[in-house]
């Protein structure tokens, strides 16, 4: 799925069904800021053109169906310069 990340935004990043993976790239190949709070800097990470971020798990218990639940922030992503896309894939 695409997602706009405009300028100088902090766009929240979710899935929408449950998920237990999920990898994230910027479209154009350019950087991605990243952050777990939008506020905090200190949370900030930046994912290099060219990379993609990904997250998998497994489920904890008998009535767990996955760690990554519908529509909660999985983090927030920012272009580092201009506007771009991320492509989220989940499964």
Request: glycine share 8%; aromatic share 12%.
């Amino acid at each position: 799925m695409q997602i706009a990340l405009p300028a100088g935004v902090w766009t929240p990043v979710t899935v929408p069904e449950f998920a237990n993976y999920f990898s994230f790239k910027s479209q154009s190949g350019s950087a991605i800021l990243i952050r777990t709070d939008p506020t905090n800097a200190a949370t900030q990470d930046t994912l290099p053109g060219g990379y993609q971020e990904v997250f998998s798990t497994v489920p904890i218990g008998a009535n767990q169906v996955s760690r990554f639940s519908p529509n909660a922030i999985l983090f927030y992503a920012q272009p580092s310069s201009g506007s771009d896309v991320g492509i989220l894939k989940y499964s």
